[in-house]
């Protein structure tokens, strides 16, 4: 609905009397004879604001008429003030929207599919048939050099001939020409239907930044930062960058360098410790290998699961050798059977037998089968049983 108030980005305090009111989950739902509070719709989000020094805490239209909900009973006389800040922060966004998203038509004749405005950064989905970082540097360029000149948001209420006379966007057989039309223009650059709030002119935006973009099935979505958005984003980067550089004791530069040679040292740490860990399990194997029984048993506590499997496969691939081995994991366990392939057993068929008494998941082949489930020390007994019978068969 069309409020002549949102035509004034700055106006944000009004003085009014209450209309009707009623009483919802213990909140209180009030229209007033007049409001400034701008309801969601188009894109933008409500404003916020206070009511009688009472915050609001939403705002809907019902029946052609704004509710504005708050948790205390208001009373009249009515003093409506609306956040500022986060008006001129949505307003600075939506103007943005309007400014890039004509150049994206113009130029490369990308319609606008979507647009949404959040908290740390926007984005808009366009009709592009293509996109690359040059075509994003180009138009953002563009944006900004209309930002720099300060061309002036007119907002007008024409004729539906007169609106027809200047848009050049299809507003589809759907659309309602015989309702009131309020449009924003940006002139020479853009002619539009819009009843969302507008900064006064493209200098209050700013600036605007596209910060990346990605192919959709309609195009492609494109992330921004525009207005105190941008400053946000900017310093909250910096300050995770400051943090960094103080934590690596680099400049900020050359973080990434430092980020880099971090990773570099950790592969080269890693691959050391997978050498050591590997002679470990080679010795530990040699050990539990020096038997002159065929099959072993043994159970485990202290070892992770791919830690686990590594020294089974240590076993079975270097040793003529078949295993049934137990890992304890609090109260839960993890099961190997295993064999050398020229042990003569089937281990899938010896873990099935063991998985079905005691409902472990799991499954493999004839040289490896493996699963998990809970631990007990019947489960134990058991393997060592079935160990204890093939050494003596």
């Not at 008429?65 to 800040?85: A, G, M, R, Y």
């Not at 539906?160 to 759907?174: F, H, Q, R, S, T």
């Not at 973009?213 to 195009?219: A, P, Q, S």
């Amino acid at each position: 609905m069309l409020n002549k108030h949102y035509d004034n980005l700055f106006e944000v305090e009004l003085d009014t009397m209450i209309k009707k009111e009623k009483t919802i989950d213990n909140q209180y739902h009030t229209v007033f004879n007049d409001t400034l509070f701008y309801v969601k719709s188009g894109g933008m989000e409500s404003d916020r604001g206070f009511i009688n020094n009472e915050e609001l805490l939403d705002i809907y239209v019902e029946d052609n008429e704004v509710w504005h909900v708050t948790k205390s009973k208001l009373n009249d006389p009515i003093h409506i003030q609306v956040d500022l800040n986060y008006r001129l922060f949505k307003s600075q966004i939506h103007s943005a929207q309007h400014l890039m998203c004509t150049i994206m038509n113009t130029d490369y004749h990308a319609k606008t599919i979507m647009f949404k405005t959040g908290e740390l950064e926007s984005e808009i989905e366009m009709g592009f048939d293509s996109l690359n970082r040059d075509i994003l540097n180009e138009i953002e360029r563009k944006c900004n050099e209309h930002i720099r000149e300060d061309i002036s948001i007119v907002i007008s209420y024409p004729t539906k001939e007169e609106a027809l006379e200047n848009i050049w966007e299809d507003y589809g057989d759907d659309f309602d020409w015989n309702t009131q039309l309020r449009s924003v223009a940006i002139p020479g650059i853009d002619y539009d239907l819009c009843a969302c709030i507008h900064v006064p002119s493209l200098r209050y935006i700013q600036g605007i930044k596209f910060l990346g973009y990605e192919k959709t099935t309609r195009g492609f979505k494109i992330s921004f930062v525009a207005g105190s958005q941008l400053f946000d984003y900017i310093q909250k980067h910096y300050d995770v960058f400051h943090e960094a550089s103080k934590s690596l004791a680099i400049a900020q530069l050359e973080i990434n360098e430092s980020i880099q040679k971090l990773f570099q040292e950790k592969k080269d740490l890693t691959s050391s410790l997978n050498d050591y860990k590997q002679k470990y399990f080679d010795f530990l194997a040699k050990d539990l290998c020096a038997t002159p029984n065929t099959y072993l048993f043994e159970e485990f506590n202290s070892m992770d699961i791919k830690s686990f499997q590594q020294l089974c496969s240590t076993i079975t691939n270097h040793y003529d050798k078949g295993i049934i081995f137990v890992l304890k994991i609090d109260e839960k366990c993890h099961v190997v059977v295993a064999k050398n392939k020229s042990i003569d057993i089937q281990a899938n068929e010896i873990f099935k037998s063991i998985a079905q008494t005691y409902e472990l998941k799991g499954g493999g082949n004839p040289v490896i089968s493996q699963g998990g489930g809970i631990y007990s020390s019947d489960l134990v007994n058991h393997c060592k049983s079935l160990i204890n019978k093939m050494n003596e068969a």
